[in-house]
């Protein structure tokens, strides 16, 4: 028993040499120039907003210029998805393929209604859209910009 404690008080030592081995290896890789082309490199650190668990994701969003709407639950990206019709549909000329979408969008709907609800009993209902009245808005919306 003494010899494990003993063993075990000396695998914890400092170390006898007055650089530890970290600094050794953080040494050598700044001597190779590993830290040399560092994003960031002389600039101070950003350190707003450390409080928030999330501080990281939403750094990585900023630096990557990433699109953030993905992180929403599915339901609030289907909101915000709605809002941009029929202006989101302007750039295609195909009716039939402006139905596919519609249509699609309709499916995720109904698919986002009827899976469980994972937070607060209040769900966010997000309507679907009358594919009919959506194909008529679209085309007054290529009327409209071939003028």
Do not use: C
């Not at 030592?13 to 600094?23: G, K, M, N, W």
């Not at 469980?116 to 290529?142: C, F, Q």
């Amino acid at each position: 028993m003494n010899e494990r404690r003993a063993r075990r008080r000396r695998r914890w030592q400092q170390p006898s040499t007055p650089e530890s081995r970290v600094d050794r290896l953080i040494r050598e890789a700044h001597e190779r120039g590993d830290f040399d082309d560092l994003p960031g490199l002389g600039k101070p650190l950003d350190l707003r907003g450390l409080d928030d668990p999330d501080w990281w994701a939403k750094q990585k969003i900023r630096d990557e210029d990433l699109d953030s709407t993905t992180l929403l639950p599915a339901a609030l990206q289907l909101r915000r998805e709605r809002q941009e019709y029929p202006e989101s549909l302007r750039d295609i000329r195909d009716e039939e393929a402006v139905r596919r979408i519609l249509v699609d969008f309709n499916r995720r709907v109904k698919h986002e209604r009827l899976a469980p609800s994972l937070g607060p009993a209040s769900r966010i209902v997000v309507s679907i859209i009358d594919v009919e009245d959506m194909v008529e808005r679209w085309r007054a919306l290529l009327r409209h910009r071939h003028r």
